[in-house]
Antibody, heavy 126, light 108 residues
Framework: EVQLMESGGGFVQPGGSLRLSCVAS????????MSWVRQAPGKGLEWVSA????????YYADSVKGRFTISRDNSKNTLSLQMNSLRAEDTAIYYC???????????????????WGQGTMVTVSS | ETVMTQSPATLSVSPGERVTLSCRAS??????LAWYQQKPGQIPRLLIY???TRATGIPARFSGSGSGTEFTLTINSLQSEDFAIYYC??????????FGGGTKVEIK
């Protein structure tokens, strides 16, 4: 069964740090780009960050650039998000998500998120 | 940044009705448009990708259409389990990947 399992969420004061993890199973983790998507309480979905598969290029939303760092350990099938200088507006459920992809005319394309984890809640408050 | 706008914000419908949800992009996203369903307390689920391709296991009553900047998700004969929030997302031009604000389909 294809599965993503997040952990590491919790309660932190503004300016603090947290490290989220996402363990993947049921697919060849190395082969797929991965992402973090968050959802503030009662709000919609917001993309946070993404990382390529074996090549590992990283991408960030402007709202987290310079504060969050995405990484992956392919030997442990684990995706991570180091979150520093946390703000109240970072309060959200953080989902780990797997990109689907395809090849077309010898080019590689990332597509939609076909697998989502259960999410981990991050609360930033004094 | 490609801004995604969904309308209406809320749709009140009766079971068995046909529902049409709209998603507009601020610039062309070609066909790189996905739809997700999220039920209360649950994680998002991919319904449609590449504008009109149903994801694995998605019933045929869900269909997507559109091109460029205007897209539609249609649900034929709405079932009780279809009451949820639906999000569109573009993956043509990123970062950032962007989602619409969602359309809530509620029971009339």
């Amino acid at each position: 069964e294809v599965q993503l399992m997040e952990s590491g969420g919790g309660f932190v004061q503004p300016g603090g740090s947290l490290r989220l993890s996402c363990v993947a199973s049921g697919f060849t983790f190395t082969n797929y780009a991965m992402s973090w998507v968050r959802q503030a309480p009662g709000k919609g979905l917001e993309w946070v960050s993404a990382i390529g598969g074996s090549r590992g290029g990283t991408y960030y939303a402007d709202s987290v650039k310079g504060r969050f760092t995405i990484s992956r350990d392919n030997s442990k099938n684990t995706l991570s998000l180091q979150m520093n200088s946390l703000r109240a507006e970072d309060t959200a459920i953080y989902y780990c998500a797997k990109f689907s992809d395809h090849y077309e005319s010898d080019s590689y394309y990332l597509d939609a998120f076909d697998i989502w984890g259960q999410g981990t809640m991050v609360t930033v408050s004094s | 940044e490609t801004v995604m706008t969904q309308s209406p914000a809320t749709l009140s419908v009766s079971p068995g009705e046909r529902v049409t949800l709209s998603c507009r992009a601020s610039q062309s996203v070609n066909s790189k448009l996905a739809w997700y369903q999220q039920k209360p307390g649950q994680i998002p689920r991919l319904l449609i990708y590449a504008t009109s391709t149903r994801a694995t296991g998605i019933p045929a009553r869900f269909s997507g259409s559109g091109s460029g900047t205007e897209f539609t998700l249609t649900i034929n004969s709405l079932q009780s389990e279809d009451f949820a929030i639906y999000y569109c997302q573009q993956y043509n031009d990123w970062p950032p990947l962007t989602f619409g604000g969602g359309t809530k389909v509620e029971i009339k």
